[in-house]
């Protein structure tokens, strides 16, 4: 029997056994639900080839995307107190915090890095979605700080792009005082004469919109985005009103004033170069041009000098 069950039974399961398949090669596109590949769909930078949709983008590919030859370096955020108020809810703050750093290997939900853009130096500070949400606790609030003094320092244009449900509900009042914070940060960028540009993806909502955020020189949109402070559904229930079609989309914004331009991601990395050189070499508003001289005696109705 021994040599049946330990020699023929294994070699037949193999043979039977179909080779197994990641179950991660197709993904589905949340708006018009069509299966894409999924190296098709990192080739076309998470967007779906059907209907235009913006998936969100992992921060490093999207810090890749922005930069010269995808080359960037990260520098460190200041480590603050953890968890300030000792919260703690259905679980620990200091749990949760701890459980967000193990699934993106990430200190918190912001990320600051600087390289070249066009061959223009560039600091950007990118949230991350997936680190609770990209909330603005304090330590978002420092990196914010991190990222402006940078800019200053070398000179370079403040580009934010935040991912983000707003306040970091766990530190309260704390959380709250990073809308003035950030707020001051980018006036900082601002006062140096800095250009400051932010790039608002799918959501910007809560405290995040509030603040810093809407503050840009020029204000970038992913297309669909969700930008807004209040959740569409509460203000439904609020103004008892049925909300029109778009409210709270990169492009309502648009139509209605709040946002400059939406743009497509691949055309992301072009539209920031021109627009950071526009703010960076403004040229005059005509070109000053010498008329010649008219010959004496002939004035072509210019008032004579004698
Ligand atoms: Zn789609």
Redesign the pocket.
Same mark, same amino acid.
């Given at each position: 029997m021994s040599w049946l069950t330990n020699f023929v039974r294994p070699k037949l399961q193999a043979l039977v056994r179909r080779a197994e398949v990641p179950d991660n090669l197709w993904d589905k596109?949340g708006? @018009?639900?069509?299966m894409i590949f999924h190296r098709e769909l990192e080739a076309a930078l998470r967007v @779906?080839s059907?209907?235009?949709?913006h998936m969100r983008l992992p921060v490093a590919r999207r810090l890749e995307l922005l930069f010269d030859e995808g080359k960037y370096q990260r520098i460190e955020l200041p480590k603050g107190e953890a968890d300030p108020l000792k919260f703690r809810d259905r679980k620990r703050y200091g749990d949760r915090l701890r459980e967000a750093q193990t699934k993106t290997g990430e200190q918190d939900a912001v990320i600051v890095a600087h390289g070249a853009m066009g061959g223009m130096p560039a600091v950007i500070a990118a949230f991350n979605f997936d680190f609770m949400g990209g909330s603005m606790g304090a330590a978002v609030g420092d990196g914010l700080i991190a990222a402006a003094r940078l800019a200053v320092l070398q000179e370079s244009a403040l580009i934010v792009i935040p991912a983000s449900g707003g306040a970091r509900m766990q530190e309260g009042i704390i959380s709250l005082m990073q809308m003035p914070r950030s707020i001051i940060a980018v006036d900082e960028v601002k006062e140096a004469g800095l250009p400051y540009i932010v790039v608002l993806t799918d959501p910007t909502t809560g405290g995040v919109s509030a603040s810093f955020a809407m503050l840009g020189d020029i204000a970038i949109a992913e297309p669909g985005a969700v930008i807004g402070f209040a959740g569409a559904r509460v203000i439904e229930e609020t103004i008892r009103e049925k909300l029109p079609e778009g409210f709270q989309r990169a492009e309502y914004l648009r139509d209605h004033g709040m946002v400059d331009l939406v743009v497509p991601r691949a055309e992301l990395r072009d539209t920031l170069i021109r627009l950071i050189d526009l703010l960076r070499h403004p040229t005059p508003p005509a070109e000053v041009v010498n008329l010649p001289v008219p010959p004496a005696g002939e004035t072509h109705g210019q008032i004579s000098a004698s």
């Open positions: 596109c708006q @018009c639900g069509q @779906c059907h209907c235009g949709y």
